[in-house]
């Protein structure tokens, strides 16, 4: 799996055009086009620190269909490896966890309770995974079921943007 090696210079940033600042952001994001449109439109930044609680901004003062569009583009918690983008498939775990990958019954509550939250909710389960296992973040679907909708969308939209942070400073260091 190939990773964008590094992200512009907030100066280089500023000056793309709109539609290559959204390019540029898009990895960051897994995507979400009216979301990136937005948040290139709001530019110019003062630094990636900046960034981010603008993206939150924007992010929870949108219409839903575009916040659901944002959340849908990750993937799903426990998809198929091969179905993620190279970001998504690291911070999932799939390069340290080859034997947990394996374990039937956690694919299958996976598939359960991410079944069971779109059904609920009408969008993804997108958390902000931090290192943690698969194995670790069932119980948090499971209590998440528990949230009402607006909740659990303001929540996903958070973590959207944590998700995109944690990105920008691994794409940054290395």
Do not use: K
């Amino acid at each position: 799996m190939v990773v964008a090696a590094s992200l512009p210079s907030i100066d280089e940033l500023n000056r793309l055009s709109d539609h290559e600042c959204a390019a540029a952001l898009a990895p960051l994001f897994e995507g979400a086009p009216r979301f990136l449109t937005r948040l290139a439109m709001a530019r110019p930044f003062t630094g990636y620190a900046e960034l981010w609680p603008m993206a939150l901004r924007i992010a929870r003062a949108m219409p839903e269909p575009e916040q659901l569009e944002l959340i849908d583009a990750h993937p799903r918690l426990g998809a198929p490896p091969a179905s993620v983008s190279a970001l998504s498939f690291r911070e999932q775990g799939y390069d340290r966890e080859a034997a947990e990958i394996e374990s039937d019954r956690l694919a299958a509550e996976l598939e359960r309770l991410n079944a069971a939250y779109e059904d609920r909710f009408g969008f993804r389960f997108c958390i902000f995974v931090n290192g943690r296992s698969r194995r670790a973040l069932v119980p948090v679907i499971a209590t998440a079921l528990e949230a009402d909708r607006a909740t659990e969308i303001r929540r996903a939209l958070g973590d959207v943007v944590a998700i995109a942070a944690d990105r920008a400073r691994t794409m940054s260091s290395g």
